[in-house]
């Protein structure tokens, strides 16, 4: 398997755009999930999914962010307006079976956004 | 909310020196899991815990479940340059909601 899939890996915008991030898990997995990585807050969660359905959403910073699993092969996180303060790094995960005990998440690369 | 205490928060040692950091928390985990992230990537898995008193090893590196279940370390011998990065402990807590919980990183850097 190619693993956890983001796109793009960079992305650069202007305040005011909208931005969306792209995420193809791993196959198989049920769980999805999207973090935000910077230096002041370190490692977020925003959101996860189970079987293509938001479980929770309480890390959302506001209404501008949304994500979205229309099906289990894919997943967008979108931020409308951006703003500069919405520059950080934001990953994907995925993962398999809540009751496998296992629960290991397999982390995409990585989105580079930068809100100028 | 549940959180993680990681410590130390970064380190530079000399190559060849142990390193140790560990994860401390006030709630009851059933799963331990040490992730390292090198610059640019994402956070890849180091080693999975799964039972308390567990000690597991990988390579040069050895990750133990605390017997209380509310801590874990992880040991590095004999540093090398490509060590450097950011060490993250994760657990899960006992109500299994399929989400972890991270700690706040140790960035580690090794002086050649």
């Known amino acids: 398997d190619a693993g956890v899939i983001q796109s793009p890996r960079h992305e650069v915008t202007e305040m005011g755009q909208e931005v969306t991030l792209r995420c193809k898990p791993i196959?198989?997995?049920?769980?999805l999930f999207w973090y935000r990585q910077t230096m002041m807050r370190g490692l977020e969660l925003l959101i996860y999914?189970?079987?293509?359905?938001?479980?929770?959403d309480s890390g959302m910073p506001e209404d501008r962010f949304s994500a979205k699993m229309p099906n289990a092969s894919f997943s967008t996180l979108k931020i409308q307006p951006s703003e500069p303060r919405d520059s950080a790094v934001y990953f994907c995960?995925?993962?398999?079976?809540?009751?496998?005990?296992?629960?290991?998440?397999?982390f995409g690369a990585g989105t580079r956004l930068s809100v100028l | 909310g549940q959180q993680l205490n990681q410590s130390p928060q970064s380190m530079f040692i000399q190559e060849g020196e142990d390193v140790s950091m560990n994860c401390t928390s006030s709630?009851?985990?059933?799963?331990w899991l040490w992730y390292k992230q090198d610059p640019g990537e994402g956070p890849v898995l180091l080693i999975a815990?799964?039972?308390?008193?567990e000690l597991t090893s990988n390579g040069r590196l050895t990750a133990q479940f605390g017997i209380t279940r509310k801590d874990s370390f992880l040991n590095i011998s004999a540093s090398i340059p490509s060590d450097v990065g950011i060490y993250f402990c994760?657990?899960?807590?006992?109500?299994?909601?399929?989400?972890?919980?991270f700690g706040q990183g140790t960035t580690l850097q090794v002086k050649p």
């Open positions: 999914f189970n079987n293509n359905v938001p479980i929770d």
């Open positions: 815990l799964y039972k308390a008193g």
């Open positions: 709630s009851i985990f059933n799963t």
């Open positions: 995960a995925s993962s398999f079976g809540r009751y496998s005990a296992k629960n290991i998440q397999y």
């Open positions: 994760a657990g899960q807590l006992t109500s299994n909601t399929g989400k972890l919980i």
């Open positions: 196959s198989g997995h049920d769980y």
